[in-house]
């Protein structure tokens, strides 16, 4: 019985721990809500493009659903690329992924401007695809 009670506290820990460690993050549909503030935003880039006819070479990585009808991207300029080890258009098209920043908004759709790769993790969150 004891041993018993003392599984189900290291299960209730553990699980507080992966909540706690995840607390704070929103989906990329929830982004429009939070214009204007500082979150973390996950999704799957479904759509990424190294824009280099465009003023400031951006780099778009579309979460969810891809461009034109993408619901949240993630941006990073030109001048920001060579602080990633691979380009990002590659390193992160079709990953889980979840970005921190300031969310804004560019022509009614949210966004979060990335300068720093610490930005971009991969999201490590359980997706029950297991």
């Known amino acids: 019985m004891l041993t018993r009670r003392i599984h189900i506290a290291i299960l209730g820990a553990a699980l507080a721990v992966v909540?706690?460690?995840h607390?704070?993050?929103?989906?990329?549909?929830?982004?429009?809500?939070?214009?204007g503030e500082t979150?973390?935003?996950?999704?799957?880039?479904?759509?990424?493009?190294?824009?280099?006819?465009t003023h400031g070479n951006p780099t778009f990585l579309n979460l969810d659903k891809p461009?034109?009808?993408?619901?949240?991207?993630?941006?990073?300029?030109?001048?920001?690329?060579?602080?990633?080890?691979?380009?990002?258009?590659?390193?992160?098209?079709?990953?889980?992924?979840?970005?921190?920043?300031?969310?804004?908004?560019?022509?009614?759709?949210?966004e979060i401007v990335v300068r720093d790769p610490k930005q971009i993790e991969l999201d490590k969150r359980p997706t029950g695809k297991e």
Do not use: M, N
Not at 23 to 35: P, V
């Open 67 to 110: 461009y034109p009808h993408q619901i949240f991207t993630i941006l990073i300029w030109g001048s920001d690329r060579t602080k990633f080890e691979k380009p990002p258009e590659q390193a992160f098209r079709d990953k889980d992924v979840c970005v921190t920043g300031r969310i804004s908004e560019f022509h009614g759709k949210p």
């Open 39 to 53: 979150e973390t935003v996950c999704g799957q880039v479904v759509s990424a493009t190294y824009s280099t006819r």
């Open 23 to 35: 607390a704070g993050t929103i989906r990329a549909e929830q982004a429009a809500d939070h214009i």
């Open 19 to 21: 909540t706690a460690a």
